[in-house]
């Protein structure tokens, strides 16, 4: 039974309704700037699966809204049901738990075994600020979990020969222990029988009624359960270092004990320690914090192998955390607002060749934070560094929430085309035609396909594509630039405050181009260096007649070749 949706009302930020949806096979990601909720959510998941009896539970400044119900309301689904439970609590009193009728869910209630599975099934929560009482919380937990599943083994007959020898053991632990109890509980109540005589002669004598009697009665039990062998036992981990040894792991800095739990977790579900883990929910709030990069790129594989296994969701600032060079269960990204956490993206499936995968493994050498487009209010995939420098500089220069992607060239342009078609992402693509004059015809014919592989893979009407011709220094009006020198000359366009400088005309045209991509309600001329890509002919126009000319002139050279051969001979 999983969780699909959640809504939280008058819990710390969340002073109005907020909710969010799941869907059942996917890691959900939270996203969104500081103290918008991401954590809030979290907690208030993790709340509600708590079996609280005593009053104020929740602190009295966690509600919004004073001397009105924190609502916490949880949609449940199986295969074939879907169970809706609702969580109310009250200022200085125990919280209850009621059906969608509202009907409190009491022990004769049909959801009362429900919520009780629901409740026993409660999520391993992981905070960057956790005390030591919860890290040894937290163990105990995740070792009561297999001792729970390892018992219902033992208790099933399902095993190799050790599991089974101890599952012989166990069944006749139970068989005997009932005796045992059979037999001290004679003896007890002989003993209780002497102690009840005593107190009734007491009573009679100082109330002076023969008739007064006391009688102790010993209860009845005829065995014991798992559930009573897991009240029993107790769990513990010690770090070892060349420094120190048998040091608790609630002793140790934070990034490590958070690894470490996460690895305890992934480990653990591996080797099938846990029983039936798809179900237990796994929350942590911002797993990247206190680790240096590549900690959080290990952090990353190891959260996609537990996202197999069970349902994970994680509040993250890190764009790092998402590895898309990883094969991976499906992504759910959430940026978190007022009312409502907003799907940015949702991966379908996997599209990725092994081509594709090698190009997003460059790209994370390159460039940790291309996966900062779950996090940005636009994106732009551009295929050079020129182009890369200018946009970077006036999105700065602007305040605005852009981000900018170098490809550095075609075929990494369609991988990323991929990635971010995989969440159903808008953006725009800027990319060099390179259809100069000084390629051959072969060359020029090789271009025209790169420039319509990327064609092909624009699948909606919210992802533009413009182009540079013949590249964008040409574009701009500088010319063929040597590499070594594109870096100072573009600084040089940019950083330029005269209006009759050698540079005005392009930096006036680099920035209509920004503003042209960047403002998509503001449709503003192209300067005639660029030219926005809506059909295949658009690209055919820039290179047919280029492609026939340069035919042409080498079967030309060929022949004026060959007439040289023969005239020499």
């Known amino acids: 039974m999983r969780l699909t949706k959640f809504t939280v009302t008058n819990y710390k930020v969340f002073k109005d309704t907020f909710t969010i949806d799941f869907s059942k096979d996917s890691i959900a990601i939270l996203t969104g700037r500081n103290n918008t909720g991401k954590s809030t959510i979290l907690e208030a998941i993790n709340c509600f699966f708590q079996k609280e009896s005593k009053a104020k539970t929740i602190p009295n400044d966690c509600f919004s809204v004073r001397n009105a119900k924190i609502i916490l309301k949880a949609v449940f689904e199986t295969d074939k049901d879907k169970i809706t439970i609702v969580k109310k609590y009250k200022e200085e009193s125990s919280p209850s738990f009621y059906d969608e009728n509202d009907v409190e869910i009491k022990a004769s209630h049909e959801l009362k075994d429900k919520l009780d599975e629901i409740l026993n099934n409660k999520p391993f929560y992981i905070t960057p600020s956790m005390l030591p009482d919860d890290i040894n919380g937290l163990i105990q937990n995740i070792y009561t979990e297999i001792l729970k599943n390892n018992l219902e083994k033992l208790e099933s007959d399902e095993g190799n020969v050790e599991e089974n020898e101890l599952a012989a053991e166990y069944a006749q632990l139970k068989k005997s222990y009932p005796e045992f109890l059979r037999k001290l509980k004679l003896n007890t109540d002989r003993l209780l029988e002497e102690v009840s ?150 991966s379908i499936s996997e599209q990725f060749d092994e081509d594709d995968i090698k190009n997003m493994k460059i790209l994370n050498y390159v460039d940790s934070y291309v996966n900062e487009f779950f996090f940005a209010d636009k994106v732009v995939v551009v295929e050079g560094d020129t182009e890369y420098i200018a946009f970077k500089h006036l999105a700065k220069l602007k305040n605005e929430n852009v981000h900018i992607i170098r490809a550095r060239g075609k075929a990494t342009i369609c991988t990323l085309m991929k990635i971010l078609n995989q969440f159903n992402s808008s953006y725009d693509i800027l990319h060099d035609v390179d259809n100069h004059t000084k390629h051959n015809s072969s060359t020029l014919k090789g271009q025209l396909t790169n420039c319509k592989n990327i064609l092909e893979l624009k699948d909606n009407d919210n992802i533009r594509i413009f182009c540079s011709i013949s590249n964008f220094e040409n574009a701009i009006g500088i010319g063929d630039v040597p590499n070594n020198k594109k870096t100072q000359t573009i600084y040089e366009i940019l950083h330029g405050t005269s209006d009759t400088d050698e540079f005005a005309k392009p930096r006036r045209i680099v920035q209509n181009l920004y503003q042209q991509i960047i403002n998509h309600d503001e449709e503003k001329t192209l300067d005639i260096g660029f030219l926005r890509i809506n059909a295949e002919q658009d690209y055919e126009d820039l290179f047919v007649g280029l492609i026939q000319q340069k035919t042409e002139e080498e079967i030309e050279e060929k022949k004026k070749k060959e007439a040289e051969k023969v005239a020499s001979n």
Request: hydrophobic letters at 35%; aromatic letters at 4%.
């Open 197 to 346: 005589g005593e107190v009734s002669d007491n009573l009679r004598t100082l109330f002076s009624n023969d008739h007064l009697s006391l009688n102790v009665v010993g209860g009845e039990s005829e065995g014991f359960s798992s559930t009573e062998l897991l009240k029993t036992t107790s769990s513990s981990v010690h770090i070892d270092s060349n420094k120190q040894s048998k040091m608790p792991l609630a002793n140790q800095g934070t990034g490590l004990q958070r690894m470490s739990l996460i690895y305890l977790i992934q480990n653990m579900i591996e080797k099938k320690l846990m029983g039936e883990s798809d179900n237990k929910l796994l929350l942590i709030d911002e797993p990247e914090a206190f680790l240096h990069p590549e900690a959080v790129r290990a952090l990353s594989r190891s959260l996609y192998k537990i996202g197999e296994k069970m349902p994970l969701m994680i509040s993250t600032h890190s764009p790092i955390l998402i590895d898309l060079s990883e094969r991976h269960t499906s992504i759910q990204v959430f940026r978190v607002g007022e009312k409502t956490a907003i799907q940015l993206y949702k």
